[in-house]
């Protein structure tokens, strides 16, 4: 769903018109569901983070301001604020071995839902500002300056954070790149299919 | 393409399932509401238990933490918390009831937000039933106990109307019993929820959407057909639908379908209340049938009058003397205002509008020792019988709230394009005619009647009373007939008063 429908979902939802509520706040239980998975390290906390994320942007509805950010990044910025404070739980428990990704919420294929987390464990290594910074724009595809103002940072501090995870995950990854081109040299033309 | 980037674009295109999104935010609500309840504080007020619970949302029993005093928090659910509309409602409510002040109107303490983004409401925390409550129990109360219940409901609404406030839902479900030490039982109220304030009537969202949600069984014709502007004598039809179910033990209008209900309400005559409860006394007879005529100009000017006029029309040979003499004053001066007449003289009034109702004069007992005491007695005697229920108010019974779902026809029947307005601002409406002091039911000394010597009017009726064997012939006719003052005054008018003589004699 585009930003311009989710917007017009949210004026309906503002006045009065309950069907669009729950459709705006479905659509929006999606976006935060994904990164908060992919931000919080932790699946023991991703469920309580998203209960709260869904709480606050269900009573903030009423006073969200169309025109200064369009729904999904409003409910982006608050779910990074959820899932900094959570953070902050996460470090007094010592919750952080319990990094198990789990991709099973996801309607996806076995093959993609173990890719996911793979990937999710990845992100997990980094530094929680790298990652945010990295899933806000390479994964929902925010500008920096719409990065920027959802982690309350500079933006081209937003680039460069993102610039460095994205170092840094090539770097994890490089490996499977290596391998595929090994086997493009042994064997030329289209691997897959 | 990279390995990472097949990842980000796998990322990208992962959505989380729908049914499990729409499994969250169904839940949402109702999880939302019970993590709100439990032993938290709202406002000044710690929540002790919930006490009732609709589709609006909760009410809580709360104390103030400071004064120690019990209040209903009435809590807003967070969703419809997110519409201003529905807010503006809400909160108009309070507006509406502070705006008041008088002892037969729930009292508002407070309101606002809680801070999860909620309206609400801290009221007088009420203990006793409500009339509906009462009625589906008891079926039908006796005729001392109905008037004083509409005399009550009356002078509410006159302090009400006072404030140009009118409530616009009135039904037995919004009336609330309770135990008062000094009259026996009390008449309060509730839910000024759709109520409006009249100098801000511009037909708005709040009327549209009140005629959605109110039930029909106790709508006027007017409401019923949309119209734009309801004034205070909209109230009084309501009020003459609640008197009529409290004598005849039945509502005025039956139907199979809300549609049915409003139809009847626009355009067919109620039986008289006499034709279900023979022991209902014809004067009171005839001021219901005043009060549910289909035009309002027919209908009593004002609450008090009607108060006033409830009070004369008490059980055979009790007929209290006016405690008040201001809503008299009130009902000369509305009548005159209402048809336009020099003459205020108000049996000639009632005469006139009985006439047009069903070509049958009435007059007006004469003001005599007040039997009241009694039938507070009886009600209170009642009202212990049935136990002290918990004020789980606000919400409308099962059955009406099925009616309220049927009940979309007549509102599209409103005409959309002015329904900008939302939020009514609590504006100070104008001083009333009448002082605010007026309304209250005080239990004083006897008044001076203003202007009008009723007892005279009574006692000299143009034509002497007919036999009293003649009478359910003509009430038949009555039911069907439609206004024709004109052809009315053919036969000689007889008060209840001559009646009730007679039959002593």
Known sequence: MTGGELAAL??????????????????????????IYLVLGSRALVDDAVQETMFALYRGLAGFRGDTSSPRTWALAIATRVAYRMRAKEARYDLTEDV?????????????????????????????????????????????????????????????????????????????????????????????? | MTKLDSLIVQARNARVARVVAERHVRDLERTM????????????????????????????LGMHSILGRPAAIKVLRPGLSLSRDILGRFFNEARAAAAIRHPGIVDIYDFGFLPDGSGYIAMEFLEGETLGSRLRRMRRLPVGASIE???????????????????RDLKP????????????????????????????????????????????????????????????????YSLGCILYELLAGRPVFHGDSANDIVAHHMYFQPEPVRSHE????????????????????????????VATLLERCGTAGAIAPPTNGEPFAGMVLGATRSRERQDSHVSTTLTEAAGAVGGRTAGLPAPRRSRRSLWFAGSAALAAAAGIAIAAHWYPDPQARDLAGGARVPATTVSPGSETSVYTPAIQPPPPAVPPDAALPSTGEPPTPPRVDVPAAAASPPAPPPPAATKPKKATTRAGSAPAPASAPAPPPATTDQLILEKRK
């Open chain 1, 10 to 35: 949210a004026r309906q939802a503002q006045a009065g018109d309950s069907v669009a509520r729950d459709e705006l706040l479905v659509e929006l239980y999606c976006s935060v569901r994904k990164h």
């Open chain 1, 100 to 193: 198990s990704a789990d991709a099973s919420v996801f309607d996806l294929a076995p093959a993609a839902a173990a890719e996911l987390e793979m990937l999710q464990r990845a992100l997990a290594k980094l530094t929680p500002k790298k990652r945010d910074a990295f899933v806000l724009i390479a994964i929902f595809e925010l500008s920096a300056e719409e990065a920027g103002r959802v982690l309350e940072i500079p933006a081209n501090t937003a680039a460069s954070q993102y610039r460095h995870a994205r170092a840094e995950l090539h770097a994890r990854f490089k490996r499977f790149d290596e391998t595929a081109q090994l086997r493009g040299a042994e064997a030329p033309g289209p691997v897959e299919s």
């Open chain 2, 33 to 60: 509401t019970e993590r709100s309840t439990s032993g938290e504080t709202m406002g000044s007020y710690q929540i002790v238990r919930k006490i009732g619970e609709g589709g609006m949302g909760v009410v809580h």
């Open chain 2, 149 to 167: 219940i509409g005399r009550q409901i009356a002078a509410a609404l006159h302090a009400a109307h006072g404030k140009d406030i009118t409530h």
């Open chain 2, 173 to 236: 479900d919004n009336v609330f019993l309770v135990q008062d030490p000094e009259i026996g039982e009390r008449v309060k109220l509730l839910d000024f929820g759709i109520a409006k304030l009249a100098a801000n009537d511009t037909g708005g969202a709040q009327t549209r959407t009140g005629m959605v949600m109110g039930t029909p069984m106790y709508m006027s014709p007017e409401q019923c057909r949309g119209a734009r502007t309801l004034d205070c004598r909209s109230d009084l």
């Open chain 2, 278 to 305: 023979p022991s209902v006394p014809e004067s009171l007879d005839q001021l219901i049938q005043l009060l549910l005529s289909k035009d309002p100009a027919m209908r009593p000017a004002t609450a008090g009058e």
